[in-house]
């Protein structure tokens, strides 16, 4: 949307889950599909969607919102935001809080969007949805994506005479940049989802996910003050481009939580502690076997010590 916006849907899950489904629109849209909209300060609705709205945050969308309010993500994510669950998982995520009182987004003002120019990735996509018919899919090639309108009654942006496609939409919207940013995020989370319940993920690796996706500071001194970089195979020059940028850094994390969430691709761990791991491995089965060993000596002792108690009582009484 423009100059204020909304939530919505890249893959089902960064969009308002109560939205009312019978303001999706049926027909499938394409990159080239016709769209007549626009969202101006000119609209009698003008700011009318930034109330009243679930607004999933992705990872880049936090690191952007809290380094254009010049402050650490721990504090945006504690000031800004509230915990939710990424629909239709037990993935951990968080939401942008709206007031108490008006139920309005905290960034809206009567003229509009106080961060528009780093809205979150849900505003940007409005009313223009995406889905994905391969949920969980790691290939580019096997996903298929179609767009549909959200026409909700309130808005008035559809009675404006814009023409455009829908990829000039996206263009404007600055859409595309987004989903690159978002899109290995986005797809553990899918993954999540297509494994659906019945598969277990500790809370030890949700924590990990939750962390990473809200709090880089937290992975930074993760990777770099813990025995991360004693553990994993991480090259010298991954070490410096992470070091010294969030994005790179963020795109890590990603690579990371694949490797231990779902034992993707991508991260190795160093042969010297596979080595080590096995040896304390052994180390824990040899002491078990020398335990087991005793309890067998004690055993026998113990039978030897009855056998014999009972041929000496079976002599006497001869
Ligand atoms: S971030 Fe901006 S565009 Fe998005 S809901 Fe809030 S005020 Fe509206
Ligand atoms: S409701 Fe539609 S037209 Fe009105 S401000 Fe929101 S996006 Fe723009």
Redesign the pocket.
Known sequence: ??K??HLDDKSDFIKNTDKNPSHIQPEKLTLDSPLQFE?HPG?P?????CHNIKIVLTPYDILILSRRLGIPAHEFVTNYTEPTYLEKTDMPGVQIKLTEDKKACPFVTPDGCTVYSDRPTACRY??VGMADFHEGGTNDAAEEKFFFLVKEP????FEEPKRWTIREWRADQGVEERDEYNKEWLRLVMRRKSFGYQASLSEAAKRMFFMASTDLDSFRRFVFESSFLETYEVDEETIEKIRNDDIELMQFSFTYLANTLFGAEGMNIKKEKIKEKVKEIKARQDEALKKAEQEYLELKAERDRLRKEAEERKKANK
């Open positions: 949307m423009s204020d916006k969202c609209v609705c003008f700011t009318a969607c409005y009313p309130h808005c008035k942006g």
